[in-house]
Structures are given as structure tokens and as C-alpha cells.
């Protein structure tokens, strides 16, 4: 049996999605969904690599759901080792009676990380992941401020704001920003073979030499929410070697790149590069939700050894459930090996989004893996895009500080077939107006 593509039954929004929308706004807080006459619609129920909304809708999905989804939508295998869990044990309590099925997590997740990093600290969010990183750095090394990249994107709690690159995000809340941070220039790979990173990393060295309270330097492999933004091959590994000479914390950020999205498990694999703490998340949980930071013994040693009261906690520290989910998660990406299918399809996007580059209004199509961004003219294009892909039964995602790509990053598991059609579909919706 073929696998399902899209299947729009009539106008988007629907009516049930439509009255729905309508109750919603009147209850959730104003700043979280964008309502539009043509954009969104309400989503009922998810399977691989389709979402089929409250109208009964049916829509290829490139998204994966923030990237969440890379082993798919309603995974049964996830589901699965889920159910088992939640009828012996939902929740247990955080710092206090650890579950098997945390420990059993922690032991897998120092399988499967570059070697070198043997310690964890299990998170809910990204965000958390990230201000436990930069805790971790305060510690060990004895200096309060941080460094990190414009236009980087690491989550919108206070002290992972802090280090967030995107001014929009930051500008409401400069007043209560420590304003510390120090921001650097995040270099742009001319194409897939570009190596040039000296000057983007000679950039870096001399903004870090001119500040002596730096403990972490924050990355992220690519930038994802920033707007898909590769950098020169060698960056991260230029950036290793600065950080070793100013004594500095090297925190890779691979909340989205992680579990193979980008053809490695982890990105910085690609170049070798083992940072001091590796932040991930999103598809750890197969959409539970869970994150991690993973750091190596000296960086995590300086955190003193619990006697009682942990310096930073929370009450869903390893909940059950989701570790659960996300070792069912890890085994999927293995059992399937996505991580060598994202890698094998990643080449094959190259062509086939290539062909996007006859609309006038693409500027640039750049990638690796499973995650790519295109970039177009403007925002309006970019929201206009995503509206008509929508119509079209396609689920798309605007990125970039300014909201001028257009971010594509399908489950691992997406069939060829699925892809290519999900494409020609993009290809309708950047059609001319």
C-alpha cells in the first residue's frame, strides 16, 4: 500500500477548525497563537509523516512538528513502551527516588553521545538545558559571562534569553536582561565546500581576548531558527581550539541538529569536535517533552555532590514517561538507521529543491541532512508561501530573524514518495502570485 499524501477535503481553515479557533482565543494568553482568516488550522490527530486536522483535513507535514517528530508522529513503538510505562509508574520524584527507566536512559544517552561526555543532566526543555549549561560553565570556571552568536536561537527563559542572538526576542525584556553576554559575528558558508572560516574565527578570538569574564562560549552547529545558516567547514572546530586557549566552555547547542537530523547523530561528529556540554532535545522524546545537557566528567564535577538538596532541580527531572519515550525514540533511529537515511536523502534534496531556484523570489537553498532553508525576498513572501503550502495540504515553517525562510525539516522516516510530492508541492506555493 502506497503511503498516504495530502488530502484537503475543502476550504482552510475548516469550519470545526474555525469555531475552535474562535473558543481559543478567547481563553489563551495573546501572544502565543497567530490567528489569520486563512492560517492556522487545528490539528486532531498525527500519523508519520501526515497530519490530519479537526475538518478531517489531511496534510503532508515538513515540518516534523519543530523538528520534534523525526522518528515520525504517534511512533508505535513509542506509543507503546509509553502505555507500558504510565500503568507502573507516571512520575517519580526528581531529585529525590530516581526510576530504573532514568537510569536506564542516562546509560544509554552516554552511548550514543561523542566519547568523552559521560555525565547528564536531564532536562524538560531546551531552555532548561541550556541555563543548566550555563550554570555548569559558572562553576567550573569561576567566571559569570557568557558568549554567543547573533541571530542564534537557544531558547526564551530568562538566562537562556540571555544568549539568545534574535533582538526581537530580547528587546521587551533589556531591562531585565543582564546584558553581559557578548555577541559574535556567525559566519556563512558561500557553498557546501567553503572552508574559509579564518576570518570569522580571527573575528571571534580577538572579541573573546578583549574580555576576561567569559566561562561559556554557546553554539549551534547550524543555525536553525535563525534561519538555516551553515557555516565554513572548520568553524566549530576553530571555535574548540579558541576555547581551549582562553579557558573557556565550548556549549554546542544541538537541540534541533541531534538524532540525526543533519546525517550524523550529532552535528559536531561531523568535524570531530567534542565540546565540553552538549545541550539536545526536541526529537530525544519522540514528542514527549524532554532534553538534556550531557558534559564531560570535568566540566560536570564541578557541580558538589548532592546531600540533599540539589542546586538546580525541577519536579519533572526525569519523569518516567518521557524517558521511556525518548529510549524508544533512540532505539527507532537505530533500529531504522536514520541517521544514514538522512544522510543518503540530504544528497537527494540537493537536486530536487534545486529546481525551486527558477521562482524569482528564491534567494537561497542551503541544507544537510534533513534540514533545510530557503531563502526568499522577504517575509511577506515567506508568510505567503507558508498560507498558500497550507491550502495545498502542506505544513511549512517561516524561520530567519527577519522571517524570510522558509525552514524544512521532515521526519527521518518520510518515504521518498512523500518527499518528492511534499516538494512539488512547495513548488506550487512558490509559484507567482
Same mark, same amino acid.
Given at each position: 500500500?502506497?503511503?498516504?499524501?495530502?488530502?484537503?477535503?475543502?476550504?482552510?481553515?475548516?469550519?470545526?477548525?474555525?469555531?475552535?479557533?474562535?473558543?481559543? $482565543?478567547?481563553?489563551?494568553?495573546?501572544?502565543?497563537?497567530?490567528?489569520?482568516?486563512?492560517?492556522?488550522?487545528?490539528?486532531?490527530?498525527?500519523?508519520?509523516?501526515?497530519?490530519?486536522?479537526?475538518?478531517?483535513?489531511?496534510?503532508?507535514?515538513?515540518? !516534523?512538528?519543530?523538528?520534534?517528530?523525526?522518528?515520525?508522529?504517534?511512533?508505535?513503538?513509542?506509543?507503546?513502551?509509553?502505555?507500558?510505562?504510565?500503568? /507502573?509508574?507516571?512520575?517519580?520524584?526528581?531529585?529525590?527516588?530516581?526510576?530504573?527507566?532514568?537510569?536506564?536512559?542516562?546509560? $544509554?544517552?552516554?552511548?550514543?553521545?561523542? *566519547?568523552?561526555?559521560?555525565?547528564?543532566?536531564?532536562?524538560?526543555?531546551?531552555?532548561?538545558?541550556?541555563?543548566?549549561?550555563?550554570?555548569?560553565?559558572?562553576?567550573?570556571?569561576?567566571?559569570?559571562?557568557?558568549?554567543?552568536? /547573533?541571530?542564534?536561537?537557544?531558547?526564551?527563559?530568562?538566562?537562556?534569553?540571555?544568549?539568545?542572538?534574535?533582538?526581537? +526576542?530580547?528587546?521587551?525584556?533589556?531591562?531585565?536582561?543582564?546584558?553581559?553576554?557578548?555577541?559574535?559575528?556567525?559566519?556563512?558558508?558561500?557553498?557546501?565546500?567553503?572552508?574559509?572560516?579564518?576570518?570569522?574565527?580571527?573575528?571571534?578570538?580577538?572579541?573573546?581576548?578583549?574580555?576576561?569574564?567569559?566561562?561559556?562560549?554557546?553554539?549551534?552547529?547550524?543555525?536553525?531558527?535563525?534561519?538555516?545558516?551553515?557555516?565554513?567547514?572548520? +568553524?566549530? /572546530?576553530?571555535?574548540?581550539?579558541?576555547?581551549?586557549? +582562553?579557558?573557556?566552555?565550548?556549549?554546542?547547542?544541538?537541540?534541533?541538529? =541531534? +538524532?540525526?537530523?543533519?546525517?550524523?547523530?550529532? %552535528?559536531?561528529? $561531523?568535524?570531530?569536535?567534542?565540546?565540553?556540554?552538549?545541550?539536545?532535545?526536541? %526529537?530525544?522524546?519522540?514528542?514527549?517533552?524532554?532534553?538534556?545537557?550531557?558534559?564531560?566528567?570535568? &566540566?560536570?564535577? &564541578?557541580?558538589?555532590? !548532592?546531600?540533599?538538596?540539589?542546586?538546580?532541580?525541577?519536579?519533572?527531572?526525569?519523569?518516567?514517561?518521557?524517558?521511556? *519515550?525518548?529510549?524508544?525514540?533512540? =532505539?527507532?533511529?537505530?533500529?531504522?538507521?536514520?541517521?544514514?537515511?538522512?544522510?543518503?536523502?540530504?544528497?537527494?534534496?540537493? !537536486? /530536487?529543491?534545486?529546481?525551486?531556484? #527558477?521562482?524569482?523570489?528564491?534567494?537561497?537553498? #542551503?541544507?544537510?541532512?534533513?534540514?533545510?532553508?530557503?531563502?526568499?525576498?522577504?517575509?511577506?513572501?515567506?508568510?505567503?508561501?507558508?498560507?498558500? %503550502?497550507?491550502?495545498?495540504?502542506?505544513?511549512?515553517?517561516?524561520?530567519?530573524?527577519?522571517?524570510?525562510?522558509?525552514?524544512?525539516?521532515?521526519?527521518?522516516?518520510?518515504?521518498? $514518495?512523500?518527499?518528492?510530492?511534499?516538494?512539488?508541492?512547495?513548488?506550487?506555493?512558490?509559484?507567482?502570485?
Amino acid at each position: 500500500m502506497s503511503e498516504p499524501l495530502e488530502n484537503v477535503r475543502g476550504p482552510i481553515p475548516g469550519k470545526r477548525s474555525t469555531e475552535l479557533l474562535a473558543r481559543l $482565543r478567547l481563553h489563551e494568553s495573546r501572544n502565543v497563537t497567530a490567528i489569520e482568516e486563512r492560517f492556522p488550522v487545528v490539528w486532531e490527530s498525527a500519523l508519520g509523516s501526515v497530519v490530519t486536522d479537526v475538518d478531517g483535513n489531511e496534510f503532508l507535514d515538513l515540518t !516534523s512538528a519543530f523538528g520534534v517528530a523525526a522518528i515520525g508522529h504517534s511512533n508505535p513503538y513509542v506509543a507503546s513502551a509509553v502505555a507500558d510505562q504510565v500503568v /507502573r509508574l507516571a512520575h517519580s520524584m526528581g531529585d529525590v527516588h530516581p526510576s530504573e527507566v532514568r537510569i536506564e536512559l542516562l546509560e $544509554r544517552i552516554a552511548s550514543i553521545v561523542p *566519547a568523552g561526555l559521560s555525565r547528564t543532566y536531564l532536562a524538560t526543555s531546551g531552555s532548561e538545558a541550556i541555563e543548566v549549561a550555563l550554570k555548569t560553565a559558572m562553576l567550573a570556571t569561576g567566571k559569570a559571562g557568557h558568549a554567543s552568536f /547573533r541571530n542564534s536561537y537557544h531558547g526564551l527563559s530568562f538566562g537562556a534569553l540571555e544568549v539568545t542572538g534574535i533582538e526581537r +526576542f530580547r528587546k521587551p525584556f533589556a531591562g531585565a536582561l543582564a546584558g553581559h553576554a557578548l555577541f559574535l559575528d556567525y559566519p556563512r558558508a558561500k557553498n557546501a565546500a567553503d572552508e574559509d572560516s579564518a576570518p570569522a574565527l580571527e573575528s571571534a578570538r580577538s572579541a573573546l581576548q578583549k574580555r576576561d569574564d567569559i566561562g561559556a562560549l554557546v553554539v549551534e552547529p547550524i543555525q536553525g531558527r535563525g534561519g538555516v545558516i551553515l557555516p565554513p567547514t572548520g +568553524f566549530l /572546530r576553530g571555535l574548540r581550539e579558541i576555547c581551549d586557549e +582562553f579557558g573557556i566552555l565550548l556549549v554546542v547547542d544541538e537541540i534541533w541538529t =541531534g +538524532f540525526g537530523r543533519t546525517g550524523t547523530m550529532f %552535528a559536531c561528529e $561531523r568535524e570531530a569536535v567534542l565540546p565540553d556540554l552538549l545541550c539536545i532535545g526536541k %526529537a530525544m522524546g519522540g514528542g514527549l517533552p524532554i532534553a538534556a545537557l550531557v558534559g564531560t566528567e570535568a &566540566a560536570m564535577n &564541578a557541580w558538589p555532590l !548532592s546531600e540533599g538538596e540539589a542546586l538546580h532541580t525541577s519536579t519533572f527531572l526525569g519523569n518516567p514517561l518521557a524517558c521511556a *519515550a525518548a529510549l524508544a525514540t533512540i =532505539g527507532e533511529i537505530e533500529r531504522n538507521d536514520l541517521v544514514s537515511r538522512a544522510k543518503q536523502l540530504g544528497v537527494t534534496m540537493v !537536486s /530536487r529543491l534545486g529546481n525551486l531556484h #527558477r521562482h524569482k523570489i528564491v534567494q537561497d537553498i #542551503r541544507g544537510r541532512g534533513m534540514m533545510w532553508g530557503i531563502e526568499l525576498d522577504s517575509a511577506a513572501s515567506a508568510h505567503e508561501t507558508v498560507v498558500r %503550502a497550507l491550502s495545498l495540504g502542506l505544513l511549512l515553517l517561516q524561520a530567519g530573524p527577519e522571517g524570510n525562510v522558509i525552514s524544512i525539516t521532515p521526519s527521518l522516516v518520510m518515504s521518498e $514518495r512523500q518527499l518528492f510530492h511534499a516538494i512539488d508541492l512547495l513548488d506550487r506555493a512558490l509559484a507567482p502570485r
